[in-house]
């Protein structure tokens, strides 16, 4: 059976998310109950993130690229090369939990622990926005080689949030027997951390996530090194097929849930769809919080 649970520990900075978003008495009596899940403070959008009208080349494969820090902090994210601000904190509570868990609490690591799918019951909700602040937080871990994957097939937007060009990606990998899947991974100048872009665009993205030489061929991705974390950036799951699908892959799922915006039925329903998943937590995303740190107040979030 799948575990819900929340991220962080009762001693975290955050609000607790039962407070206002009380799932627990939502669904008591229920045959599963989903405990609260951890807050994560919304970024502040007044600046978004700069797209010039200048294309840029596509990438040589395996090519460092640059990631460009300036649009990522006028956007909201945290940087690795920056002295840590509150949410850079927050991100690191919610980090240690998804390593701990990947490394084995109990002395047994959790099967595909080291693989973390990043979903949302509906689009504008953050998944993305976490996904990426979530890498870039581990690749501060010097022992860490962190894979952010751009799985949001049918709306990729990684490579344009880090002012990167296109190149070939997952899709690619999988379409195409010939190649090699870690030939499509690109290293960025932000140590320890790679992108695998979403690559070429197709019709077929369920069919081909679901084939067996797409488990063999993510499998081969992760046993690359024995310290690489693979994040997956996932579609919404009540919006494309592939979320389920990669849900049977990944070891861990953080399941983000935007304050004040998605229902307990979306949840619920986003929840039995991404079953294959053993290990399910919640992240609470958009919050801001009163001074006194007693209840919340404004809540907006970051469109995807």
Do not use: W
């Not at 992760?222 to 996932?234: A, K």
């Amino acid at each position: 059976m799948n575990k819900y649970s929340s991220i962080g520990s009762s001693g975290s900075l955050l609000e607790r998310a039962a407070e206002k978003f009380d799932f627990a008495a939502a669904l008591r009596g229920a045959a599963t109950e989903f405990p609260e899940a951890e807050a994560v403070p919304a970024p502040d959008n007044s600046q978004p993130v700069r797209d010039t009208d200048t294309p840029k080349a596509p990438i040589v494969r395996g090519e460092t690229v640059a990631v460009d820090r300036v649009a990522l902090a006028e956007a909201g994210f945290i940087l690795p090369d920056q002295r840590p601000g509150p949410l850079a904190e927050e991100f690191r509570i919610v980090k240690r939990q998804l390593l701990l868990r990947a490394a084995g609490e109990g002395g047994t690591p959790l099967k595909n622990g080291r693989m973390i799918l990043v979903c949302s019951a509906n689009p504008d909700e953050g998944k993305t926005f976490c996904s990426v602040n979530l890498a870039l937080s581990m690749s501060r871990e010097t022992d860490l080689d962190i894979v952010l994957v751009d799985s949001d097939l049918n709306n990729p937007e990684i490579a344009k949030l880090m002012g990167i060009g296109d190149g070939p990606g997952l899709i690619d990998a999988l379409s195409d027997p010939a190649i090699d899947i870690e030939s499509c991974v690109t290293p960025t100048d932000i140590p320890n951390l790679s992108i695998l872009r979403s690559g070429r665009r197709t019709d077929d993205a369920t069919e081909l996530l679901a084939s067996q030489r797409t488990s063999a061929k993510i499998e081969g991705l992760l046993s690359h090194s024995p310290t690489r974390i693979v994040i997956f950036d996932s579609p919404p799951a009540l919006s494309a097929s592939p979320a389920s699908v990669l849900a049977m892959l990944a070891g861990q799922t953080v399941m983000v849930v935007k304050a004040d915006t998605t229902s307990e039925a979306e949840l619920r329903e986003a929840l039995g769809l991404l079953d294959g998943c053993d290990d399910i937590q919640l992240l609470l995303n958009g919050v801001t919080f009163t001074p006194n740190g007693k209840r919340f107040s404004t809540y907006y979030g970051y469109g995807e």
